[in-house]
């Protein structure tokens, strides 16, 4: 089934350790992005990329890198975690950019201790 | 309606009755908007989109009305079922070209049997 694939989908993970949050989409779309998911907060877009080879910053981007070095991965790195990146992490993507519909994972749940 | 705290909103709709979940926008420069629905333990799934220059658009029982007069979206569900019960979000993009939608914190729906 086409769509988006976020792994892993849950990890706990020790204050201090980096994580690399994996998403791939087979649907060839140019744009993709990561948001947080916090209650009370919605969702948050930490980075995003409107193509392969170009990133964005999005509201919440610090602790948090990305690449695109191809139009189907967009995995997003914690260097150092910290027990405030534990959330729900979102990947989504589109092909019409800013008036198209995102299609989003199934998430990746971040336990930082 | 929009969450305050950790809380989210709840709506509570007898099945086959309509439903009305509202969201208010900041934004008067955002042109496009788009209705997600949450089931617990997924990621956000489309639902219907408007664009700026509509006031009204229907899909298969979901109707969005857009008011920017006073920066107002709601989404309409006719005849509710069990199935809908979830979260409920909009999106806005706030300013084109920038791949930046930004979420409203979401209302839970729940249909009472």
């Known amino acids: 089934i086409a769509g988006i694939t976020q792994a892993p989908t849950s990890q706990i993970l020790a204050a201090g350790r980096r994580m690399t949050l994996r998403c791939t989409q087979d649907?060839?779309?140019?744009?993709m992005y990561w948001y947080r998911q916090d209650l009370g907060l919605g969702l948050r877009l930490i980075h995003y990329s409107n193509t392969a080879g170009t990133t964005g910053k999005g509201e919440v981007p610090d602790g948090y890198s990305v690449s695109r070095a191809n139009t189907d991965d967009f995995p997003l790195t914690l260097a150092s975690a910290v027990p405030s990146q534990t959330s729900v992490y979102f990947c989504?993507?589109?092909?019409?950019?800013?008036?198209?519909?995102?299609?989003f994972g199934e998430g990746s749940r971040l336990t930082v201790l | 309606g929009e969450s305050v705290g950790l809380h989210l909103p709840t709506l509570s709709v007898q099945e086959g009755d309509n439903s009305i979940i509202n969201c208010a926008y900041s934004n008067s420069a955002s042109d496009y908007f788009i209705w997600y629905k949450q089931e617990s333990g997924k990621g956000p799934q489309f639902i219907i989109d408007?664009?700026?220059?509509?006031d009204k658009r229907q899909g298969q029982r979901v109707t969005v009305l857009l008011n920017k007069t006073v920066k107002h979206l709601s989404l309409q569900i006719a005849a509710t079922q069990p199935g809908d019960s979830a979260v409920y979000f909009c999106a806005e993009n706030r300013a084109s070209g920038t791949y930046k939608y930004i979420f409203g914190t979401g209302t839970r729906l729940k249909v009472l049997a």
């Open positions: 649907m060839r779309h140019n744009a």
């Open positions: 989504a993507s589109s092909d019409q950019g800013d008036t198209g519909e995102l299609f």
């Open positions: 408007i664009r700026s220059n509509m």
